[in-house]
T-cell receptor
Framework: SQQGEEDPQALSIQEGENATMNCSYK?????LQWYRQNSGRGLVHLIL?????REKHSGRLRVTLDTSKKSSSLLITASRAADTASYFC????????????FGQGTTLQVKP | DSGVTQTPKHLITATGQRVTLRCSPR?????VYWYQQSLDQGLQFLIQ???????AKGNILERFSAQQFPDLHSELNLSSLELGDSALYFC???????????????FGPGTRLTVL
């Protein structure tokens, strides 16, 4: 079963614009991770944010985590055509097994 | 390149058959995870192995089984295949050197299974 819901399901923007994707989850977590998947290919890890962190940056990526609202957001600034992909949030629960529960994903299209 | 390898890349087989998917984790990684990605179910965790032992189980069917060998590579066996088993199967690995899990999972390129 899916832990999280992502919003929006699909997003289309122009190159240079910012893209924001949101993820909500249901149970307590150890950490939340964001992954990118190019069409039909493997998942690429983008960023991991721990449950005691509120914000994290990596290059053009900014992730926030609000554990009180059980939600996270991924912001991609100054988007590029190469950012076109599906983006998934994944939560690692408090069971300490490391297993990830993925959201349904947001499909991002960046138009040149 | 994540350092995780999976073979084969593509597999086409018939209903009722049995297949084996293979995963080699990143060098030194002790934990291997298997996931299934299908259009209707999305990405689902199947099973995890840590240093040769099963550690966690998800929505894995009884027709499916896995193991991790002493050299840490893992195999996922799918038997009595049905049309609905057609999916992308990913494995991922983490260092898992301690029991404190907050490790990035590195995913392999996946095996695309088509059951006809």
């Amino acid at each position: 079963s899916q832990q999280g819901e992502e919003d929006p399901q699909a997003l289309s923007i122009q190159e240079g614009e910012n893209a924001t994707m949101n993820c909500s989850y249901k149970t307590s977590i150890n950490n939340l991770q964001w992954y990118r998947q190019n069409s039909g290919r493997g998942l690429v890890h983008l960023i991991l944010i721990r449950s005691n962190e509120r914000e994290k940056h990596s290059g053009r990526l900014r992730v926030t985590l609000d554990t009180s609202k059980k939600s996270s957001s991924l912001l991609i600034t100054a988007s590029r055509a190469a950012d076109t992909a599906s983006y998934f949030c994944a939560t690692e629960g408090s069971s300490n097994t490391g297993k990830l529960i993925f959201g349904q994903g947001t499909t991002l299209q960046v138009k040149p | 390149d994540s350092g995780v390898t999976q073979t084969p890349k593509h597999l086409i087989t018939a209903t009722g058959q049995r297949v084996t998917l293979r995963c080699s984790p990143r060098s030194g990684d002790l934990s291997v995870y298997w996931y299934q990605q299908s259009l209707d179910q999305g990405l689902q965790f199947l099973i995890q192995y840590y240093n040769g032992e099963e550690r966690a189980k998800g929505n894995i069917l009884e027709r499916f089984s896995a193991q991790q060998f002493p050299d840490l590579h893992s195999e996922l066996n799918l038997s009595s295949l049905e049309l609905g088993d057609s999916a992308l199967y990913f494995c991922a690995s983490t260092a898992g050197r301690t029991m404190s899990f907050a490790d990035t999972q590195y995913f392999g390129p996946g095996t695309r299974l088509t059951v006809l």
